[in-house]
T-cell receptor, first 112, second 113 residues
Framework: RKEVEQDPGPFNVPEGATVAFNCTYS??????FFWYRQDCRKEPKLLMS???SGNEDGRFTAQLNRASQYISLLIRDSKLSDSATYLC?????????????FGTGTRLQVTL | ETGVTQSPTHLIKTRGQQVTLRCSSQ?????VSWYQQALGQGPQFIFQ???????GRGNFPPRFSGLQFPNYSSELNVNALELDDSALYLC????????????FGPGTRLLVL
């Protein structure tokens, strides 16, 4: 079983739509959780951290369910510029090297 | 931009050759992590360097090795290249080993023929 699992997509949605991505992780000792965005042939960039209480940044909302080891990302009012691959990322507990474990990514294509 | 630079941007090698990739970390950052991203996959952790010492390693064979210099820049060396080594190699810098935010460089795209 992969440490971080995501639906690879692609998700094709029209502009203005709401889209949700899900991710599960296998290591129950994981402490930190993130969503990164990666544009085609570019490096990953941090989109947002994910907290147990849930957090929002503009049109983006991230949720974490530790009991189910499940992370989600909701994008509201999709823009063409949101087209990218969204990577679910998990970091183990403190005291270890800050190794980031990435999912394979979910590709989003927003169309007119 | 993140301030993390990598060189070269692209590289073509043949099987059995050796390659050295370079990374300059963001100013003030003392930790560099290297990742391999194969086509259609997420980045995979290779190893991390903190203050010139290896500080954690992923599931990669010994022919993947690295260095970190006193100015915190880093090199990734791969010996006896195999076709499956073709990938995007990313370095990420951070301040310390616990800080959560890692800033990625643009990557080096390696093709092994």
């Amino acid at each position: 079983r992969k440490e971080v699992e995501q639906d690879p997509g692609p998700f094709n949605v029209p502009e203005g739509a709401t889209v949700a991505f899900n991710c599960t992780y296998s290591n129950s000792a994981s402490q930190s959780f993130f969503w990164y965005r990666q544009d085609c042939r570019k490096e990953p960039k941090l989109l947002m951290s994910v907290y147990s209480s849930g957090n929002e940044d503009g049109r983006f909302t991230a949720q974490l369910n530790r009991a189910s080891q499940y992370i989600s990302l909701l994008i509201r009012d999709s823009k063409l510029s949101d087209s990218a691959t969204y990577l679910c990322v998990v970091k183990p507990g403190t005291g270890t090297a800050s190794k980031l474990t990435f999912g394979t990514g979910t590709r989003l294509q927003v169309t007119l | 931009e993140t301030g993390v630079t990598q060189s070269p941007t692209h590289l073509i090698k043949t099987r059995g050759q050796q390659v050295t990739l370079r990374c300059s970390s963001q100013s003030g950052h003392n930790t560099v992590s290297w990742y391999q991203q194969a086509l259609g996959q997420g980045p995979q952790f290779i190893f991390q360097y903190y203050r010139e010492e290896e500080n954690g390693r992923g599931n990669f064979p010994p022919r993947f090795s690295g260095l970190q210099f006193p100015n915190y820049s880093s090199e990734l060396n791969v010996n006896a290249l195999e076709l499956d080594d073709s990938a995007l190699y990313l370095c990420a810098s951070s301040l310390g080993t616990v800080q959560e935010t890692q800033y990625f460089g643009p990557g080096t795209r390696l093709l092994v023929l």
